[in-house]
């Protein structure tokens, strides 16, 4: 199929299952692929996330997330 260019993750709160779902998703992504996280404010979720852009060299727009957030609250 075609690679995912935007995918949403809004799983468990802990270091691994984000990871685990980094690993899940990255062979189904585009090279340029725009991840959105829920919950970032999650020690063990940031953590996660600083763990994988170190290891993939990948970016991290928190005020696009902010934005979002702010937009879409219910």
């Known amino acids: 199929g075609m690679p995912i260019v935007v ?4 799983g468990q709160h ?3 299952s984000v990871i685990e779902q980094f690993e899940w998703q990255e062979p ?3 090279d ?3 991840i ?3 919950d970032v404010n999650y020690i063990e979720v940031a953590m996660a996330i600083e763990k994988w852009k ?3 060299g ?3 727009d928190m005020m696009a997330y902010l934005k979002m957030q702010m937009q879409y609250r219910f």
């Open 54 to 56: 170190s290891l993939k």
């Open 7 to 10: 995918a949403f993750i809004d």
């Open 14 to 16: 802990d270091y691994s």
């Open 28 to 30: 189904m992504l585009a």
């Open 58 to 60: 990948a970016t991290y």
């Open 32 to 34: 340029n692929a725009i």
């Open 36 to 38: 959105i996280l829920d």
